[in-house]
């Protein structure tokens, strides 16, 4: 492709990385409310925090790959838009991107940190990069506790709502350039 063109859609693979992401935010969302609601000291309790560090740690992968294409690989350019909507739009997207970055490390530290824990990856036990600190776990709760889980699913609300507004209010197909039958935007 040359150089001077932009593309009208995001590729299969960045749409791939979009979707992959979703699909895990919501596998994260799930497993933790069904922790929550197994029984305290049950397997079962256990089986679904860590089937919640693999797929958090998983996210992290998929982020850092996904940002790395998204400097490789051509992207669409902005749909005209007011100043502040593009301004907007580029805020979001960075703090969705740290969020989704810094998220997973946090619930890492926050399971090492605590005596005798350790992080699964679905069956692999992964070793502790920091020793066992009370207020390290405590921060930890807070980072990767109910303030931060408020943040994010806001910040997804945000993005959910602009892409609707953009789908169904402004009528310029910038939805469709990141879904697979979509059609390219006006």
Same mark, same amino acid.
């Given at each position: 492709?040359?150089?001077?063109?932009?593309?009208?859609?995001?590729?299969?693979?960045?749409?791939?990385?979009?979707?992959?992401?979703?699909?895990?935010?919501v596998?994260?969302?799930v497993?933790?409310?069904?922790?929550?609601?197994?029984?305290?000291?049950?397997?079962?309790?256990?089986?679904?925090?860590?089937?919640?560090?693999?797929?958090?740690?998983?996210?992290?992968?998929v982020?850092?790959?996904?940002?790395?294409?998204?400097?490789?690989?051509? #992207?669409?350019?902005? %749909?005209? @838009? !007011?100043?502040?909507? $593009?301004?907007? *739009?580029?805020?979001?997207?960075?703090?969705?991107?740290?969020?989704?970055?810094?998220?997973?490390?946090?619930g890492?530290?926050?399971?090492?940190?605590?005596?005798?824990?350790?992080?699964?990856?679905?069956?692999? #036990?992964?070793?502790? %990069?920091? @020793? !066992?600190?009370?207020? $390290?776990?405590? *921060?930890?709760h807070?980072?990767?506790?109910?303030?931060?889980e408020?943040?994010?699913?806001?910040?997804?609300?945000?993005?959910?709502?602009?892409?609707?507004?953009?789908?169904?209010?402004?009528?310029?197909?910038?939805?469709?350039?990141? %879904?697979?039958?979509g059609?390219?935007?006006?």
């Amino acid at each position: 492709m040359n150089q001077t063109t932009t593309p009208l859609r995001y590729n299969t693979l960045s749409q791939l990385f979009h979707w992959s992401v979703v699909l895990m935010l919501v596998g994260l969302v799930v497993t933790d409310s069904l922790r929550d609601g197994a029984p305290k000291e049950s397997a079962l309790r256990t089986e679904w925090l860590h089937l919640h560090e693999s797929l958090g740690i998983l996210l992290f992968l998929v982020v850092i790959a996904r940002i790395l294409w998204s400097r490789l690989s051509p #992207q669409p350019a902005p %749909l005209p @838009a !007011p100043q502040w909507s $593009l301004i907007a *739009a580029k805020l979001t997207h960075l703090l969705l991107n740290l969020a989704t970055l810094l998220i997973p490390v946090f619930g890492y530290l926050r399971v090492v940190s605590k005596e005798g824990r350790f992080a699964d990856f679905f069956g692999t #036990q992964l070793p502790s %990069l920091v @020793a !066992p600190s009370a207020q $390290l776990n405590e *921060a930890m709760h807070i980072f990767h506790g109910e303030p931060m889980e408020f943040f994010l699913y806001s910040l997804v609300g945000l993005h959910v709502a602009a892409a609707l507004w953009h789908q169904y209010a402004r009528r310029d197909g910038t939805l469709e350039r990141m %879904l697979p039958w979509g059609r390219p935007a006006a």
